[in-house]
C-alpha cells in the first residue's frame, strides 16, 4: 500500500521501520514481504518517482549472489531480458602497458562472471514488488526528524507531525545517513577528490561482452558491455578537471574516450547524456544499536571500481533479514542486541575486508610516481600469474560462492 498524504493516527506501532526507499530500503522490505511482520518504509522523494525513477546513467554489475536473490524476489523477471547482459570476461590494464590481468568465465565454468543491469529499472522493478499491498507500507514526501531509541521500542519522528513506533528501526538513507548521525554511530569516511562520468556509448566493432577496467595515468576509463553494439563507459577523473571534460561537446567527449581505449571498438558515439558523481566512500564504526540497524550505503559505500556497492548492500539486507527471521520464528525479540549483533558480526566480516582493500586498490592505481607505477605492474603480474590469487579475486568479483564467500580483500 502507497500512502502519501498525512495520516490521521498521531501515533502509529509498526513491527519494523525502513527509513529510505531506495535501493536497499526497498529489497530489504521486499524480503520482508512474505513474512508476518507489519513493515513502514518512510521516504523523502514522492511515488511517482518511485515508480518511474529518472534514467541515472548507472549500470549495476550484480554478482552470481545478488542475481540469486533479485530473482527469488521477483524482481529480475520484471526487467526486460535484452537489458541484462552478461559479462562474460574482464581485463585490467594498467597504463600505457601491452600487459592486462585477464579474468575469464570459461575457466569458471559459468555462463558469465557477472551481469549488467541498469539501476533505475533495479529501482524500478523493486518498488513494483513492494508496491503490490501486502504487509508493507510505504509513506511517501516525508523525512526523519529525529529517531528516539529505547529499552521496549524506538521511536521516529517525521516531518508531517507524527510519530511511528516499531521493534526495529532500520536506515537506509544513503551514505550520508542522518539518522546514522542521530543515534550517535560515528562513520569513517574518505572524500577521494575525484568524480565518475558516466554514460552510454555505442561502438563500431562488438565488444564480445568484455570488460575493461583502464588505469591510465591521471584518469580511469572502464569500458562495460552491455546488449549490442553498446557499452556503459564510466570516466574517472580528479574533480579539479571533471567541470572542463563535462563542459566538451558530445563530438569531443567520444572521440576522448575512443582515443583512450586505443580505438578497440572502432568509432564510439554518446547514447543519451553524461552523468557525474563525486567519490566518496564511507563505512559506519558499527552497524547496529538496540532496535537500529544500518543497511546499503548508509552502512558501507563504495568507491565504484571493485562494483561492490549495490552487491553488498542486497547482501547485508539479505544478511540481517535472516536474522530477523531467525529471531522471529524462535519468538525472540527482533530488536533485541543479540540479534542485530549477529548482523553486525556476520556483514563486518565481509565489508571491512572489502572497503579497506578497495580503497588500497584506488590508492595504488591512481598514483603516478615512478615507485607506485612499478608496483602498479608488479600486481597485476603476479595476480595473473599466481592461481591461488587469481581465483580469490574471481570468487570475490563473482560471489560464486553465495552468502559463504568469506570476506577476503580484493587485490
Known amino acids: 500500500m502507497c500512502r502519501t498524504e498525512n495520516r490521521n493516527e498521531d501515533y502509529m506501532n509498526y513491527d519494523i521501520v525502513i527509513i529510505g526507499g531506495g535501493p536497499a530500503g526497498l529489497s530489504f522490505a521486499r524480503s520482508l514481504a512474505d513474512s508476518r511482520l507489519r513493515v513502514l518504509i518512510i521516504e523523502r522523494s514522492g511515488a511517482a518517482d518511485l515508480e518511474s525513477p529518472m534514467i541515472d546513467g548507472r549500470d549495476i554489475a550484480l554478482t552470481h549472489l545478488s542475481k540469486k536473490i533479485l530473482t527469488g524476489m521477483g524482481v529480475l523477471a520484471r526487467i526486460p531480458a535484452d537489458q541484462i547482459a552478461p559479462i562474460r570476461q574482464a581485463k585490467v590494464i594498467n597504463g600505457n602497458s601491452s600487459y592486462c590481468l585477464d579474468i575469464d568465465s570459461k575457466r569458471e565454468n559459468v555462463e558469465a562472471l557477472g551481469y549488467l ?23 511517501t514526501d516525508t523525512t526523519v526528524s ?34 546514522r548521525r542521530k543515534v550517535g554511530i560515528a562513520a569513517s569516511m574518505l572524500d577521494f577528490g575525484r568524480v565518475a562520468i558516466v554514460c552510454r556509448m555505442s561502438h563500431e566493432k562488438p565488444h564480445e561482452q568484455i570488460a575493461y577496467e583502464c588505469f591510465h595515468y591521471g584518469r580511469t576509463l572502464a569500458v562495460l558491455p552491455l546488449n549490442g553494439n553498446l557499452s556503459s563507459t564510466v570516466v574517472t577523473v580528479s574533480a579539479d578537471v571533471a567541470g572542463r571534460i563535462q563542459s ?22 554518446l547514447v543519451g547524456k553524461r552523468h557525474a558523481y563525486p567519490l566518496v566512500a564511507v563505512h559506519a564504526d558499527k552497524f547496529v544499536k538496540p532496535r537500529y540497524a544500518l543497511i546499503g550505503d548508509a552502512a558501507v559505500g563504495m568507491h565504484p571500481v571493485t562494483a561492490h556497492g549495490f552487491n553488498l548492500g542486497l547482501r547485508g539486507q539479505d544478511t540481517l533479514f535472516r536474522e530477523v527471521m531467525a529471531a522471529q520464528l524462535q519468538g525472540q525479540d527482533i530488536g533485541a542486541p543479540a540479534v542485530l549483533e549477529n548482523y553486525q558480526r556476520k556483514h563486518m566480516r565481509v565489508t571491512w575486508p572489502l572497503y579497506t582493500g578497495t580503497n588500497e586498490i584506488v590508492s595504488l592505481y591512481t598514483n603516478d610516481s615512478l615507485p607506485a607505477k612499478i608496483l602498479r605492474g608488479l600486481v597485476l603480474r603476479v595476480s595473473d600469474h599466481c592461481p591461488p590469487v587469481k581465483q580469490m579475486i574471481t570468487r570475490k568479483l563473482t560471489e560464486l560462492g553465495g552468502q559463504e564467500e568469506p570476506g577476503l580483500p580484493f587485490l
Open 146 to 179: 529525529d529517531v528516539r531509541i529505547e529499552q521496549q521500542q524506538a521511536t521516529v519522528f517525521l516531518s508531517n507531525g507524527d510519530s511511528v513506533s516499531a521493534a526495529l528501526v532500520v536506515a537506509a538513507d544513503s551514505r550520508f545517513s542522518e539518522t
Open 248 to 269: 566538451l561537446s558530445d563530438e569531443a567527449y567520444a572521440a576522448q574516450v575512443q582515443a583512450r581505449f586505443d580505438n578497440r571498438l572502432g568509432e564510439m558515439r
Open 117 to 139: 543491469v541498469p539501476n533505475y529499472l533495479i529501482r524500478q522493478a523493486l518498488y513494483a514488488e513492494v508496491a503490490g499491498g501486502g504487509n508493507v507500507e510505504l509513506l
